[in-house]
Nanobody, 117 residues
Framework: VQLVESGGGLVQAGGSLRLSCAASGSTFSINAMGWYRHTPGKQRELVARIISGGGRTNYADSVKGRFTISRDNAKNTIYLQMNSLKPEDTAVYYC???????????WGQGTQVTVSS
């Protein structure tokens, strides 16, 4: 499975961005996809996740009410709509997928999101 992200950039606080992640390859094996973010000096944290079957989602407390994860099954693509962005949202955002066994994890190359105050 290959994951390709797009949509990062620079935005002012209070603004919005939408990230996209397109999966290719053995997409039938994917159980869940999501977004993680990493800031230097901190651990990589889960931002949002969506399960393939049923579409159940979960979010980090810090983004609830501001970020929305969604998917387009026909395009094997997930999206992260980020509204009301804050400077503390600044990070490299990584797309992630795992297979049904939970043993295989796939990562995108990362996309930088910078929120200026």
């Amino acid at each position: 499975v290959q994951l390709v992200e797009s949509g990062g950039g620079l935005v002012q606080a209070g603004g919005s961005l939408r990230l996209s992640c397109a999966a290719s390859g053995s997409t039938f094996s994917i159980n869940a996809m999501g977004w993680y973010r990493h800031t230097p000096g901190k651990q990589r944290e889960l931002v949002a996740r969506i399960i393939s079957g049923g579409g159940r989602t979960n979010y980090a407390d810090s983004v609830k009410g501001r970020f929305t994860i969604s998917r387009d099954n026909a395009k094997n693509t997930i999206y992260l709509q980020m509204n009301s962005l804050k400077p503390e949202d600044t990070a490299v955002y990584y797309c992630h997928a795992n297979d049904w066994s939970g043993n295989l994890n796939y990562w995108g190359q990362g996309t930088q999101v910078t929120v200026s105050s």
